[in-house]
């Protein structure tokens, strides 16, 4: 399913971009979505840092106390793998709006077919490189999108469920670690293991695994169940040849 979200001040603009957005999946009956508005780009950011961010982000570039590029490049100071559109009854803001990426600049008022255009280049450089985000509760309503290759393993350690990345720490305050488990899995199939009670691991991050014990790329060791050395051995050879063959 595609999140999208717009931002514009005027509310009958705000309207008629929803609209077109309505017509553009009405005509896509293979794709889901679904649509956050917001007159108000504190309310936009706000709800930014709250969501984890969105597949797709229309913005009006002119907007009393903060433009849209101003926006955009607070997404992409959080490195979230968003395509944004533009809309604008003028071209000044243009090479504002493609210095941060945009994939379109919209002129208003615009058509379907424009918008449409719009959509489609949207949608197509979001599906070529489809983003792989796991999203953690961290405490205080915040929730932080992590990459999933950035993670090398989680462990729960009394009844909380802390995961190590490449750069942090983060403890997770909703999913149990099944849940962790589950929600890995469907975004890259096979990729993460439970080498033992209470772990969850990497595969792609693990550096040596003997008998007894994983050592991840970062030095840190986690023991493996007896009699399981074949099979997760046989489990770490298989990822890594499917990485090698997918460079």
Not at 207 to 227: A, E, L, Y
Request: proline letters at 2%.
């Amino acid at each position: 399913m595609f999140t999208i979200a717009i931002c514009d001040d005027h509310e009958v603009q705000l309207k008629l971009i929803g609209e077109a957005v309505d017509r553009y999946f009405a005509a896509s009956s293979h794709l889901t979505y679904e649509v956050s508005a917001f007159s108000d780009p504190s309310a936009f950011l706000e709800s930014l840092e709250a969501s984890g961010g969105w597949d797709i982000v229309i913005l009006d570039v002119c907007m009393p106390g903060m433009l849209g590029t101003s926006l955009a490049r607070g997404i992409r100071q959080r490195h979230d793998r968003t395509e944004i559109i533009f809309l604008s009854v003028s071209r000044e803001y243009a090479v504002d709006a493609f210095s941060v990426n945009a994939v379109h600049y919209l002129m208003k008022p615009f058509s379907q077919d424009d918008f449409n255009e719009a959509m489609n280049r949207a949608v197509s450089a979001f599906l070529a490189i489809k983003p792989r985000k796991l999203l953690l509760q961290i405490g205080n309503g915040t929730v932080k999108a992590v990459d999933i290759e950035d993670i090398l393993y989680i462990e729960s350690v009394a009844y909380r469920r802390v995961v190590h990345t490449a750069d942090a720490i983060y403890e997770e305050a909703r999913m149990t670690l099944a849940k962790l488990e589950e929600k890995l899995e469907e975004l890259s199939p096979g990729q993460f293991i439970q080498p033992y009670r209470g772990y969850i691991v990497n595969l792609s991050a693990i550096k040596t695994i003997s008998t007894d014990r994983i050592v991840m790329q970062n030095g840190d060791s986690i023991i493996i169940k007896r009699g399981d050395f074949r099979r997760l051995r046989e489990q770490f050879f298989q990822w890594s040849f499917k990485a090698k063959d997918s460079v």
